[in-house]
Structure formats: structure tokens, C-alpha cells
């Protein structure tokens, strides 16, 4: 059994490692890691990615932390992935690795917006980005988003993008509470 205790402390650590503020309009201690001093305090989390896969490549240890201590999480999908040809595969593959890793599928999206498809050379409007992830929000109640660097972990214009549109919509729209994380791969978090 010891071993189970190795790796989940290893995989916690890990999650610490990566994320860090993006932005908070509270004190960042207030809530830190989602644990509270206190009471447990349930948060409606917006994971926001560009492509299905950016989930398990990316974000899988930071979304088995979260489910796993009860929070609500909700994941938006930016575009299927249709770079060549294989969106509604990569779709329902979102959708199978949402199932293993524990989020409801009715709080999955994925959208196929003709302006944000996926590819190299597509720049992504931050203002449709920030105007589209402002509606998830308030439809879900959310109060807190995670998403990626502005690098885009790793360094695809559209994670990128996604990052700008993020920081877009925390910016001109002040939501009251709510808190931004931002996945850093670990070669940046060293410096
Ligand atoms: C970006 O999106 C916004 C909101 O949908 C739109 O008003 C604006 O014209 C778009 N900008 C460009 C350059 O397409």
C-alpha cells in the first residue's frame, strides 16, 4: 500500500509544481490548492483547452487532483482538432478520456467555431475566445478557470491564444471572484 501513498504524493506535488496564479482578484492564500483552513468549500472549475488530447497530454493530473477532492469540474474544448481530417474522431476520443477520467460528460463541450479551428497558422480572435469562455462561466457558476501559459505549455499558437483570451476576459470583464491557474511546463517553473 505504501507505494499508492508514494505516487499520489509524488502526483499532488507534481500538480503543485505546475500551477501557479494566473490571475485572482482575492488574496491567492484564501483558497490555495483548493483547501480551505476551515470548512470545505465546493468550486465550479472551467478547464479550458484548445484541442481533445490537450486533457490527458496536459492537464490529467490536474483534473484527478480536483475531481478527487469533490469539486465540480467542467471542461470546454476550444475546437474538435480537425487539423487533419480526424475532428470527430479526436472528439469522441475527448469524450472516452473524459469518461475515464471522472468528469460528467454533460459538462464537456466542444466546440467547432469556423473562426477557431485548429492549426499552426490560425490566429484565434482573443475577444470571440474571451466572449465565448465569459458565457461558460456564467452559465456554470464558475469560480475559478484553469488553463495554459501564454507559451501554451507547449508552445502551440492556438494553447497560446487560448491563454491571451483567458487573460482578455480577466481583464476587461472584472469577475468578482473569480481565480485564474495557469499550467507552466516544468522547464519554465525552474528558472
Ligand atoms: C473578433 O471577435 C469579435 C467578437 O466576436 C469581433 O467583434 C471582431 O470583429 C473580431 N475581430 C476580428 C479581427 O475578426
Excluded at 482578484?25 to 484541442?51: C, D, E, I, M, Y
Excluded at 481530417?85 to 475515464?100: D, F, M, P, S, W
Aim: proline content about 4%.
Amino acid at each position: 500500500m505504501a507505494w499508492v501513498l508514494i505516487v499520489a504524493s509524488l502526483v499532488v506535488l507534481w500538480v503543485a509544481s505546475l500551477c501557479k496564479i494566473l490571475y485572482t482578484s482575492s488574496p491567492p492564500s484564501r483558497n490555495s490548492f483548493l483547501t480551505t483552513g476551515g470548512a470545505f468549500q465546493k468550486r465550479n472549475v472551467l478547464l479550458v483547452v484548445a484541442h481533445p488530447d490537450d486533457e490527458s497530454m496536459f492537464f490529467s493530473p490536474t483534473i484527478s487532483y480536483i475531481t478527487s477532492r469533490g469539486h465540480n469540474l467542467h471542461i470546454l474544448c476550444l475546437s474538435i482538432g480537425d487539423a487533419d481530417g480526424k475532428g470527430n474522431i479526436r472528439k469522441e476520443e475527448l469524450y472516452q478520456a473524459c469518461a475515464i477520467l471522472k468528469v460528467p460528460l454533460q459538462q464537456v463541450k466542444t466546440l467547432d467555431y469556423p473562426e477557431l479551428q485548429d492549426g499552426f497558422g490560425k490566429v484565434w480572435n482573443h475577444t470571440l475566445l474571451a466572449k465565448i469562455i465569459e458565457g461558460e462561466i456564467n452559465s456554470h457558476g464558475i469560480d475559478l478557470i484553469i488553463t495554459f501559459d501564454r507559451y501554451g505549455v507547449s508552445g502551440h499558437c492556438n494553447h497560446c491564444d487560448v491563454h491571451y483570451g483567458v487573460r482578455k476576459l480577466l481583464q476587461d470583464t472584472p469577475q468578482g471572484n473569480i481565480e485564474a491557474w495557469e499550467l507552466m511546463p516544468c522547464s519554465t517553473q525552474v528558472k
